[in-house]
């Protein structure tokens, strides 16, 4: 049986419907990755494209997974207890005791330990921005390999 015209236009929309959902991502991804870049490279001009990227990433694995208690902008929920980020002496060394408060929190603490939640370079990449944002600047990155020494 030949197709119908309006099966026909259906497919036709799905299929545009798909291609644009690609482009589109694509296009934004790269908007973001343009956007990371002007803004880390203000702020330090070292930063490598890979780099660029890690900070990024951990932007916005930060959001998903900490702003809700140390806010967006780094300033903490004090009525929650939780301490603001910024310009915090903990994140501007950013040693073994931040990944490990990270990973397994502290007895008593309401903050969730991220060891199963998320993966080495997911936590590398998270402590990685907080350590370099928001007035704490590091100045490198946390290696994926000194997380998973901690898990
Ligand atoms: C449910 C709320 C909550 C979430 C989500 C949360 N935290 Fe916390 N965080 C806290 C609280 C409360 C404390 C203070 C108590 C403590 O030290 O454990 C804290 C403490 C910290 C400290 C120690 C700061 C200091 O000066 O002692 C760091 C670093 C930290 N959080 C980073 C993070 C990161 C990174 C994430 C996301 C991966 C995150 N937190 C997610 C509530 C939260």
């Known amino acids: 049986m030949p197709e119908s015209l309006s099966m026909k236009l259906i497919r036709v929309v799905l299929l545009s419907s798909v ?4 482009a589109c ?23 490598t494209t890979a780099d660029i990227r ?6 916005t694995l930060y959001r998903k997974n ?3 208690c140390h806010k967006r902008d780094g300033s903490g929920e004090l009525s ?10 903990l994140l501007h060394q950013a040693g073994n005791d931040t990944i490990k408060r990270v990973l397994h929190s502290r007895p008593g603490s309401t903050m969730p330990a991220f060891a199963s939640a998320l993966s080495a370079d997911e936590v590398a990449a998270i402590i990685s921005y907080c350590a370099n944002e928001w007035g704490n600047q ?8 000194q997380v998973e020494k901690l898990r």
Not at 54 to 59: F, R, S
């Open 19 to 22: 291609v644009c959902l690609t």
């Open 25 to 47: 991502g694509q296009a934004n991804e790269a908007q973001h990755l343009e956007q990371a870049t002007q803004k880390w490279k203000s702020q330090n001009s070292k930063w």
């Open 54 to 59: 890690i900070l990024a990433q951990g932007e």
């Open 66 to 68: 900490c702003s809700a």
């Open 80 to 89: 929650i207890g939780a301490p603001p980020l910024r310009k915090n002496p």
């Open 138 to 145: 590091l100045g490198y990155l946390i290696e994926p390999e």
